[in-house]
């Protein structure tokens, strides 16, 4: 290209500097021939520079990119902090406490067909702390995760300290995988994963009570996938020790373990929705003790499960978030199902003559919810609790001392409750309850503040 | 049977189809990045943006969808300054996303190394939801989004060099109208020059650098606490003494309180946008705000 015009510039040149002739056309002509010599001098030149600076652009895209990869090694010295805005561990504490009101005597709570295990139970009356909770997290290098929450709270006058979580996870293992080991809260179900403070309620729902004493958690390992799909698709599996209630008893290294999978995404940019299914199972279960029915024999009688052990769960979660603005006006729908098949033999521990009976049980409940935000920092929920048992054995007279038959009851709950936050970092919570878990109905009350402070919290879904 | 069942299979694939990949996914966590990125790449990526542009980045919830945002992306370009502290950390732990974790190429922070303003003196939740690293609001400021333009184009070239020469061309083609563009609209604005503003929240500090305005108060008596009557009570009564030219906000955020003291003083209230949803382009949010500001100067 720049050869030819280079030939043409110096053929015409040549015409330019033929000797001048005495007529005006010619110089009329020799003037034109001088203008576009010029002209072509400057493309010419144009195009040189811009030759010259491609040259040079290809050098700066090189040197750019030795200074960005330059960079990237600055940036992973410093990644960890980067990624926590400066505090290693970020550190948070849950302030929690209540005064609470209710109808009947708290110690006689009991679920008809179900046998209290755990934490089940409605607390103390009066005021009172609930789960003070100190949490420390923080990205351990560029591979792990790790976090240990410590919940400290007042049972039966003395104060106890229980290491809630203490896990690895791993940051970014690739394709969607993400392998988490130590105690943690089981993926199963909605709630279970989410912190007492998260809750929308002052309390856990009634099935959560009656199957697991609360929540579902345990020691071992959690492996889950997030599928490369536009839905949101995520599969898991535990292996869990089973030394923690509904499990319990001396196993084998593996004594619970389970499945969930979920599915999710967003419909429009207003509303999103997920949909959770989990299995949880473990069998050979020793000696699984839990409280018994508080008016029936000896009080220092307790029954002991031993058998294997199945749940299904399928939750449901919709959010309505118009124009996404999630701080104005929102909506979140909740709803969740349970169902426990038990095989096995249920003894009451400290009776004489031991009394035994096979037992076939069969539990199931669910619960819904509705939250509404109607203003910043004002939300309105409402909440329905229903359980339903059809436990046999071959002993009726020892599953009803055992807690294990519904009395001809059905337990059920109405919540309502409304809440100020005056930011996210602080609620104060004011809840009643029409409670028909038992025959006694009764009516609880509670004013509960959930104050956090420390590192900012996570904003899950 | 059989073909009841490949139907099924079908309909289960199509759901869950992975779909045609375009060379790089790209996961804004604001749209302003999202279209910078359209605009510096164009049809080599595939631009996917967490948040729209009348959403507040900092309210999000780390949703199913985003997790499968991020599980497929290949660069994530978000503002950081802990604009997105809330879900942007449980989100990187959901991925299972190797790429895009800190200190990986395909994790762009668009804030670091930039000098940002208002860094808090103290550091106190009771001076309400303050940034310790400083406002994030960034890219109000033309010479900013160039310098953000720039990492981004390295960045792309970094992580897809079959096409580094393609970035190349459009980052600088990019480049030269976004600087001539920039020096219209603030020759147009002149007139703005030392004018003194009221805005709602903190979003503006980079756009009166860059016009010289000057930043009288803002309605929220804290970073993101809602403004209280006695605060606004204040603020009136200092309007009267001095009249501010102008009350700014974001055209997401309630504009209540502005109203209130517009009505009380008779000083024009100022909507602009933020940000810009995917499919538009920076210089739409700015023409819009160029305007939006001449409007109320008149």
Same mark, same amino acid.
């Given at each position: ?25 010619? #110089?009329?002509?020799?003037?034109? =021939? /001088? &203008? !576009?010599? *010029?002209?072509?001098? $400057?493309?010419? #030149?144009?195009?040189?520079?811009? =030759? /010259? &600076? !491609?040259? *040079?652009?290809?050098? $700066? ?10 960079? !990237? ?389 | ?298």
């Amino acid at each position: 290209m720049i050869n030819r015009w280079m030939f043409l510039g110096l053929g015409l040149s040549s015409l330019v500097s033929m000797p001048a002739s005495a007529s005006p056309q010619v #110089g009329e002509i020799q003037q034109k =021939l /001088q &203008q !576009l010599k *010029s002209q072509y001098e $400057q493309r010419i #030149g144009a195009l040189e520079a811009q =030759l /010259q &600076q !491609l040259q *040079s652009n290809e050098q $700066q895209t090189v040197q750019q990119l030795q200074k960005v990869n330059k960079e !990237l090694q600055q940036a992973k010295q410093g990644a960890s902090d980067a990624a926590s805005s400066g505090f290693n561990p970020q550190i948070s504490v849950i302030l929690d406490g209540r005064l609470a009101s209710f109808g009947n005597d708290p110690e006689a709570y009991e679920l008809p067909g179900f046998a209290l295990g755990g934490e089940a139970g409605i607390g103390e009356e009066g005021f009172a702390l609930g789960h003070t909770e100190i949490a420390f997290s923080a990205n351990i290098d560029n591979r792990f995760f790790g976090q240990a929450t410590v919940a400290i709270h007042e049972h039966e006058g003395e104060t106890e300290v229980e290491l809630e979580e203490a896990f690895i996870e791993t940051i970014g293992l690739g394709n969607g995988l993400t392998v988490k080991f130590g105690r943690f809260f089981s993926g199963v179900g909605y709630l279970n994963e989410q912190h007492e403070h998260a809750w929308d309620f002052a309390d856990a729902p009634l099935i959560y009570q009656g199957l697991f004493g609360n929540r579902l958690w345990d020691d071992g390992i959690q492996v889950s996938y997030v599928a490369d799909t536009e839905t949101f698709l995520q599969l898991g599996a535990e292996a869990l020790s089973g030394r923690q209630f509904p499990a319990g008893g001396s196993h084998e290294a593996i004594g619970a373990w389970s499945l969930f999978a979920n599915v999710g995404g967003d419909i429009g940019a207003d509303h999103s929705w997920q949909l959770g299914l989990s299995h949880w199972r473990s069998n050979d279960i020793e000696g699984r003790t839990s409280g018994g029915h508080s008016h029936g024999g000896g009080a220092d009688e307790i029954p002991s499960f031993d058998g294997d052990s199945e749940i299904n769960a399928i939750d449901v979660v919709y959010k309505w978030v118009p124009a996404g603005d999630a701080q104005g006006r929102n909506l979140k729908l909740q709803f969740e199902y349970f169902e426990r098949k038990e095989d096995g033999t249920v003894t009451l521990l400290n009776s004489s003559p031991l009394e035994t009976t096979s037992y076939d049980g069969d539990q199931s409940g669910w619960y819904a919810q509705a939250v509404y935000q109607f203003k910043p920092q004002w939300k309105l929920g409402l909440r329905y609790d229903r359980l339903d048992a059809d436990n046999s054995g071959s002993d009726e007279d020892v599953l009803e001392e055992a807690g294990l038959t519904d009395e001809g009851h059905t337990p059920e709950r109405y919540s309502a409750m409304v809440e100020w936050n005056a930011s996210e970092f602080s609620r104060i919570r004011f809840q009643y309850n029409r409670d028909r878990s038992y025959e006694d109905s009764d009516d609880q009350w509670f004013l509960q503040y959930t104050h956090s402070l420390g590192s900012h919290g996570a904003h899950q879904f | 049977m059989m073909r009841l069942l490949f139907r099924l299979s079908l309909l289960l694939a199509l759901l869950f189809s992975a779909g045609a990949r375009a060379e790089l996914n790209v996961l804004a966590c604001e749209p302003e990045w999202g279209v910078l990125v359209e605009e510096l790449a164009g049809d080599r990526v595939k631009v996917s943006s967490a948040t729209l542009a009348r959403q507040d980045p900092h309210h999000i919830q780390a949703r199913p969808s985003l997790i499968s945002k991020a599980r497929r992306a290949d660069l994530l370009v978000c503002t950081g300054a802990e604009l997105e502290i809330g879900w942007l950390p449980l989100l990187l732990r959901k991925s299972g996303n190797g790429k895009i974790q800190p200190g990986q190429p395909g994790n762009l922070i668009v804030t670091e190394g930039v000098e940002l303003l208002g860094k808090p003196e103290r550091l106190d939740r009771s001076m309400g939801d303050v940034h310790t690293a400083g406002n994030p609001h960034i890219q109000m400021d033309p010479q900013l989004i160039a310098v953000v333009a720039e990492k981004l184009q390295q960045r792309l070239a970094l992580l897809d060099p079959d096409n580094a020469d393609f970035y190349g061309q459009k980052g600088a083609y990019f480049q030269t109208r976004w600087r001539q563009a920039a020096e219209g609209w603030k020759k147009r604005l002149q007139s703005l020059q030392g004018r003194q503003v009221i805005v709602h929240h903190n979003n503006w500090p980079y756009l009166a650098r860059w016009l010289q305005l000057e930043q009288l108060a803002t309605l929220e008596p804290k970073p993101g606490v809602a403004p209280t009557t006695a605060h606004l009570g204040k603020l009136l009564t200092a309007s009267q003494k001095q009249l501010p030219d102008m009350i700014l906000l974001a055209d997401y955020q309630n504009d209540r309180a502005a109203r209130w003291l517009s009505d009380k003083t008779g000083v024009p209230v100022v909507k602009l946008p933020l940000s810009v949803d995917l499919g538009g382009s920076l210089f739409e949010l700015y023409g819009e705000v160029v305007e939006r500001l001449l409007q109320a100067a008149r």
